[in-house]
């Protein structure tokens, strides 16, 4: 998978950027209501899987005056992300603010979109009024977060110009948006001899420039024990028996709580949209502390992202517990994954360093594996055999029969009856059951009930 980029959604105050991500996205993400000001933390969204969208406002401290953070925030928005939008409530006169908003995203020389939002309200001005600030005409847009008008061919232009495939025409004032696929939820097929990502994820400090460096044996990032001394996504192309991989070094992620406002965040971003880009991700923990709930939650969201995992153990050379202490308590902390392999390592000593790239390939070819619909539903009547469904409320679901449909991560689809009703007991058994046959080992899979009526319950 190419780099996903990173949309920014800029503007003043209850201008709609809110609801605008919440239409992109398809669900309720951020918080809106009537009152200005009342996002007071970036929200982020996967549109798609070809762009990630972020709403930059509350990027400060809340104590802070907000109007006097608009300009930071465009800093911030600048320096981080791919693409800039504009966002103004079309019912509305620009003023100075918005002016110096767009003149600031124009000097970045990156893509600038023009968003007139609120376009269903009847003072809705002409785009006219709004040429002035000197964005180009077809770029733009006349929206409603709350209609739903222009919201489809606004995300048509984005993934566009991000995908490198041309420009949309632009939408006018009026015209109803068509309506485009949803994004399907499966995974994309890759092929297994392309080139290898591999994102080294982890709390900041716990030795990721360091392992990098070590990887491609070179000072590619600047070592610190500074915290957050990466802020930035830094990569480096190596061969591993005739095979290229890229190593992708990540800016730490600290508990929300924790972040530091502007540049930190969006450095969070940053290591999000490494995940998603990445086929493989090296979950970093540090042998001298304490595992943490971070470091649970990013693993959580390497699984959902249905990306390849395993988990690294730094700093081998000043662990102070015994190996199979350490391996007890990895076990304990990340029960949920059981398929994933641990190792431990040392930048400084080399241990074990080469034996990510090992796991990275056998990891990669796990994710491509094909079985075999035959394989599969012996396993299934195995499972029926020696287990039957139970569902609720007396219910007795009746799978009838598996395929699978895609991979990276292998996906299966289950058919039967009343398979909405089945216990998760007995999906998270069949899970077993097929990971007794194929391990595959540092990949999860992903299981899909279908009904035969065509109703679906994953």
């Known amino acids: 998978m190419s780099k996903i980029p990173i949309v920014a959604l800029i503007g003043q105050t209850n201008a709609g950027k809110s609801s605008i991500l919440n239409r992109m996205a398809k669900k309720n993400i951020a918080i809106v209501a009537r009152e200005e000001g009342t996002t007071r933390d970036s929200v982020v969204a996967t549109i798609d899987n070809a762009f990630i969208l972020i709403d930059t406002a509350g990027l400060k401290d809340p104590s802070d005056?907000?109007?006097?953070?608009?300009?930071?925030?465009?800093?911030d928005a600048i320096d981080s992300a791919d693409m800039i939008i504009v966002t103004l409530d079309s019912s509305k006169y620009f003023d100075q603010k918005d002016a110096r908003i767009a003149k600031d995203a124009l000097k970045s020389k990156k893509p600038v979109f023009l968003v007139l939002n609120k376009c269903d309200l009847k003072e809705s001005l002409p785009v006219e009024e709004f040429r002035a600030l000197g964005i180009a005409p077809e770029n733009i847009y006349y929206t409603s977060a709350t209609t739903g008008q222009g919201i489809a061919d606004l995300r048509k232009s984005l993934e566009s110009i991000?995908?490198?495939?041309?420009?949309?025409?632009?939408s006018s004032r009026g015209e109803r948006p068509h309506t485009s696929a949803a994004a399907s939820g499966m995974p994309r097929k890759n092929d297994s001899q392309t080139l290898l990502k591999l994102a080294l994820i982890g709390r900041p400090n716990v030795g990721k420039s360091s392992l990098f460096n070590a990887l491609g044996k070179k000072q590619q990032a600047i070592v610190s024990s500074r915290q957050g001394t990466t802020r930035d996504i830094n990569?480096?192309?190596?061969?591993?028996?005739?095979?290229?991989?890229?190593?992708?070094?990540?800016?730490?992620?600290?508990?929300?709580?924790?972040?530091e406002v502007g540049i930190e965040k969006f450095s969070a971003i940053r290591s999000l949209a490494a995940i998603e880009e990445a086929d493989v991700c090296a979950l970093l923990v540090d042998a001298t502390e304490p595992h943490s709930k971070l470091d649970q939650t990013l693993a959580g969201q390497i699984v959902k992202a249905g990306k390849g995992i395993v988990v690294v153990v730094t700093k081998a050379d000043l662990m102070e517990q015994t190996t199979d202490d350490l391996l007890d308590d990895l076990e304990l902390d990340f029960d949920f994954l059981p398929f994933a392999p641990v190792i431990i390592t040392s930048s400084e000593t080399g241990q074990n360093v080469t034996k990510l790239f090992e796991l990275a390939l056998e990891i990669d070819s796990n994710r491509h594996l094909q079985i075999k619909t035959a394989e599969l539903n012996k396993i299934l009547n195995d499972a029926i055999l020696s287990h039957t469904p139970a569902g609720l409320k007396n219910t007795r679901p009746k799978p009838k029969y598996i395929v699978q449909t895609d991979t990276c991560p292998p996906w299966f689809v289950v058919h039967g009856h009343d398979l909405g009703l089945l216990h998760w007991s007995w999906k998270r058994f069949l899970e077993r059951k097929i990971r007794e046959k194929y391990p595959l080992v540092g990949t999860p899979i992903e299981i899909s009930y279908r009904n035969d009526s065509g109703d679906s319950d994953k």
């Open 162 to 170: 991000l995908s490198g495939t041309g420009r949309s025409r632009p």
């Open 235 to 259: 990569r480096v192309a190596v061969k591993y028996k005739s095979r290229e991989l890229e190593i992708l070094d990540t800016a730490g992620l600290r508990r929300p709580g924790k972040r």
């Open 65 to 75: 005056d907000f109007e006097a953070s608009i300009q930071d925030q465009i800093a």
